[in-house]
């Protein structure tokens, strides 16, 4: 169906199908220098995954600007109703995932599905995508938050120049691979760590918000569904960006092969931070509307930092601190992640092979984390990131709606597969059709934006047949990538992996 992954063996220079062991190539002799089999291993306990899902799905958005469902809805019940409904969708999607991930025990999520789904050909056009400009658009995007915020104390009194944001971003992003590529267990225990500051942050808002009622500040709530109409448009529209502020529950799968009892800890990981993050979403925004009215939130530049101000003085200052910290961590629980999309997509063939080689001493996919730093770069100093984005944000949702459809279409395929977990057949359903709406929610809203999305996405199949079909390339251009491919592995100290071995 695919192609079997290459393995590269110095010795001869050649490919190989199954070397028996990951070899580092020696500089000198061309005889190889390790003759050791080298895995990721199973480090992500139950608390580092759910510190993986809640730490990439909370980012600046809840702190700074949670007005797109506000804007939309017209008034404060029914935004909260909205956030209320975008968590219960979510889980839904969540819990697919789930079974998906207890059932097909392979890294790369989306990726892996849409492969063991629908084929080769979709399955590469998502990864495609993602590599090039969705994965370098977002991480700079989240990051240039983080150099923002983090600079924020610094610049109380006037405007932050961009090129310092940018300088602090680039090292932020730089530190954040260096992190994952250095060793997978202290990225998830700072992982850990960050999610801890996000959930305080997030009871710094609520702990006040709760005191606040209890002392009968609930003006803002009466009449609570009264207000401007949501319009036919405006609902919708509400929808998609409570969908966008609960996205990253899909993360988790993307390290499957490194979770602890994934057939246990991946359905309890998804179903408690999916509880945790929904009910902190809902309940800090009722916090808000304790002190701020409904007008105000949609003025406020930095609704956190607003709400902050009123009730806590000068503390008010620290916010900045745990919205830096808190991009951080989405930062790091983003790549640590989709690290491992590249990592088994080139394990099936469909990127380069270097990306599917693991540090010998590490034990982490170096050169699949690395691989984003110079896309990222150059997205951060060069790129439309809003405009790349806005093109791209209709193919999250068509990739994940073909994942959740494809555990439908797995039920009657493979019916003999194991499952688990197994969630009723109402929720795929459910779910699959929310994500084709938003789909066509984006044709109908903004049809060129997502037009250029579309055609942008659709440059991944003749990039397909032309890099994985056509078998028929030039001897020099084998020869080009066998030396490209033999000095990265000398020069980052990678061999292939055992299970790219008995791929």
């Known amino acids: 169906m695919v192609r079997k992954a290459a393995v590269l063996t110095a010795s001869n220079g050649s490919y190989l199908q199954g070397q028996p062991n990951g070899r580092l190539p020696s500089l000198d002799s061309g005889q190889p220098a390790q003759e050791q089999k080298v895995v990721l291993k199973k480090k992500v306990t139950l608390l580092r995954g759910i510190s993986i899902i809640i730490g990439t799905i909370i980012g600046a958005g809840i702190f700074i600007s949670p007005k797109g469902i506000l804007k939309n809805t017209g008034s404060v019940g029914m935004s909260l109703t909205v956030w209320t409904v975008c968590g219960i969708l979510s889980l839904f999607g969540a819990l697919c995932y789930a079974e998906l991930g207890t059932c097909i025990k392979k890294s790369g999520g989306h990726y892996t599905y849409i492969l063991e789904a629908f084929g080769p050909l979709p ?13 370098p658009a977002a991480t700079a995007v989240i990051s240039l938050a983080f150099g923002r915020y983090i600079l924020e104390p ?35 225990r700072i992982q850990i760590f960050l999610t801890f500051c996000k959930l305080v942050a997030i009871l710094i808002i609520i702990v006040p918000g709760v005191i606040q009622l209890i002392k009968g500040e609930t003006r803002h709530f009466k009449n609570a569904f009264a207000g401007n109409d949501a319009s036919i448009m405006g609902l919708p529209l509400a929808f998609y960006s409570g969908m966008y502020a609960y996205s990253g529950w899909f993360y988790l799968n993307f390290v499957t092969e490194e979770v602890e009892n994934p057939e246990k800890n991946i359905p309890l990981a998804i179903c408690i931070s999916m509880i945790i993050v929904t009910v902190g979403y809902v ?42 910290l808190s991009c951080f961590g989405s930062m790091n629980g983003g790549i640590f992640a989709v ?66 459809a494809g555990l439908i279409y797995l039920r009657y395929k493979r019916p003999d597969m194991p499952r688990p977990f197994k969630v009723p057949l109402f929720i795929p359903a459910l779910f699959s059709f929310t994500c084709l709406f938003m789909v066509a929610l984006s044709l109908y809203s903004d049809p060129v934006n997502t037009g250029i999305g579309f055609a942008i996405t659709l440059t991944g199949v003749p990039a397909y047949y032309l890099f994985i079909v056509w078998d028929k390339k030039p001897k020099w251009f084998r020869k080009l990538l066998d030396n490209v491919t033999e000095t990265l592995q000398i020069l980052l100290e990678v061999v292939p992996s055992e299970e790219d071995q008995k791929s």
């Open 283 to 324: 309940l800090t925004n009722v916090a808000y509307f304790t002190t701020i009215s409904a007008g105000e939130l949609l003025l406020s530049k930095a609704v956190a930092v607003t709400f902050a101000e009123r009730l806590m003085g000068n503390f008010s200052l620290a916010v900045p601190v745990f919205v830096a």
């Open 339 to 404: 690290s491992r999309m590249f990592f088994v997509a080139s394990r099936e063939g469909h990127l380069p092979e270097i990306l599917s080689m693991i540090h010998v001493r590490k034990h982490t996919p170096l050169p699949a984390v690395i691989v984003l730093h110079p896309l990222t770069m150059i997205m951060l100093f060069n790129g439309d990131l809003y405009s790349l984005l806005n093109f791209l944000s209709f193919a999250r949702w068509l990739f994940i709606g073909l994942v959740v």
């Open 123 to 135: 399955a590469f056009v998502r990864v495609w995508v993602e590599l090039l400009i969705i994965r």
């Open 154 to 188: 610094f610049f109380m009194q006037c405007e932050i120049p961009e090129l310092a944001i940018k300088l602090i971003t680039a090292v932020g992003i730089t530190l954040v691979m260096v992190l994952n590529s250095t060793s997978v267990s202290w990225s998830a």
